[in-house]
T-cell receptor, first 113, second 109 residues
Framework: EAQVTQNPRYLITVTGKKLTVTCSQNMNHEYMSWYRQDPGLGLRQIYYSMNVEVTDKGDVPEGYKVSRKEKRNFPLILESPSPNQTSLYFC????????????FGSGTRLTVV | AQRVTQPEKLLSVFKGAPVELKCNYSYSGSPELFWYVQYSRQRLQLLLRHISRESIKGFTADLNKGETSFHLKKPFAQEEDSAMYYCALSGAGANNLFFGTGTRLTVIP
């Protein structure tokens, strides 16, 4: 089944403790992206990647890092999480720059206390 | 710069009534417009894209370049249509899919 898989689904952590949210897709998509979803703000892009070893900042990259060492994986790294990063995170992938529509993961609900 | 505006955060309609979710955009080139839907506790799913000009689950959306709008319409709302709806824009050659802030549709039985 074609899908985007995120892990974990839920995560509670403490301020400053490094964490990684994994994202993997099995559709051979070149394009991958991370969004955060907050009430009243919709989805805002954090980082995106056009292909292996090619990443770039989205609208809200501060406090996040990403890597794209393999085509299928696009992990999101929070080196020192803070409470304002409490949010619902979505990974997405596409064959092109969104023109064919994105396939989204199930989301990761992160709480930083 | 691109911008997607969904003026209604909440919209309630009765079952069987027509529904229209508004979306306006700002983009200097030729945009590609989409509607995504998020049912309760589920992932976002692509509902419609303007280039395919299709009807999905009874929903249609027409790109009006003169009014820079891409409103989502359905003639008879069903309870299962209750969800969060996001309008999104991708510019040709751009590296991003921009989302509006979303409209939560509630269909009242």
């Amino acid at each position: 089944e074609a899908q985007v898989t995120q892990n974990p689904r839920y995560l509670i952590t403490v301020t400053g403790k490094k964490l990684t949210v994994t994202c993997s897709q099995n559709m051979n998509h070149e394009y991958m992206s991370w969004y955060r979803q907050d009430p009243g703000l919709g989805l805002r892009q954090i980082y995106y990647s056009m292909n292996v070893e090619v990443t770039d900042k989205g609208d809200v990259p501060e406090g996040y890092k990403v890597s794209r060492k393999e085509k299928r994986n696009f992990p999101l790294i929070l080196e020192s999480p803070s409470p304002n990063q409490t949010s619902l995170y979505f990974c997405a992938s596409s064959t092109r720059q969104g023109a064919d529509g994105y396939t989204f993961g199930s989301g990761t609900r992160l709480t930083v206390v | 710069a691109q911008r997607v505006t969904q003026p209604e955060k909440l919209l309630s309609v009765f079952k069987g009534a027509p529904v229209e979710l508004k979306c306006n955009y700002s983009y200097s080139g030729s945009p590609e417009l989409f509607w995504y839907v998020q049912y309760s506790r589920q992932r976002l799913q692509l509902l419609l894209r303007h280039i395919s000009r299709e009807s999905i689950k009874g929903f249609t959306a027409d790109l009006n370049k003169g009014e820079t709008s891409f409103h989502l319409k359905k003639p008879f709302a069903q309870e299962e249509d209750s969800a969060m709806y996001y309008c999104a824009l991708s510019g040709a050659g751009a590296n991003n899919l921009f989302f509006g802030t979303g409209t939560r549709l509630t269909v009242i039985p």
